[in-house]
């Protein structure tokens, strides 16, 4: 059975950087990755999404510049590194998985995902 562990949330001063892992277990198979966030009251949304082997990115265009998106097939780990954060980035932060050659960019393209881990953003 698939299963993915994040890492890496926390409390961070706004202007600040921090850095999310994604350990992915349970099979060597292909598999594209994203992140998602979902703050309270609010529907999930990605925040980025990368192909089986890192050929491809996606972000959408409100992120694009502070966050980057990268994976370690070797250690099957993906990493979502964030920088000039703002309050308004506070949520809970998932890594998602799915069997795929292409990178997924919709929440209903992925079949696995994470428990979430927290990042608060403080003014």
């Known amino acids: 059975q698939l299963q993915l562990v994040e890492s890496g949330g926390g409390l961070v001063q706004a202007g600040g950087s921090l850095n999310l892992s994604c350990v992915l277990s349970?099979?060597?198979?292909?598999?594209?990755m994203g992140w998602f966030r979902q703050a309270p009251g609010e529907e999930r949304e990605i925040v980025a999404a990368?192909?089986?082997?890192?050929?491809?990115?996606y972000y959408p265009d409100s992120l694009k510049g502070r966050f980057t998106i990268s994976r370690d097939n070797a250690k099957n780990t993906a990493y979502l590194q964030m920088s000039s954060l703002k309050p308004e980035d506070t949520a809970v932060y998932y890594c998602?998985?799915?069997?795929?050659?292409?990178?997924?960019?919709?929440?209903?393209?992925?079949?696995?995902w994470g428990q979430g881990t927290q990042v608060t953003v403080s003014s």
């Open positions: 349970g099979s060597s198979a292909t598999y594209a």
């Open positions: 990368i192909s089986w082997n890192g050929g491809k990115t």
């Open positions: 998602a998985a799915r069997w795929s050659l292409v990178v997924v960019t919709t929440e209903f393209g992925y079949d696995n």
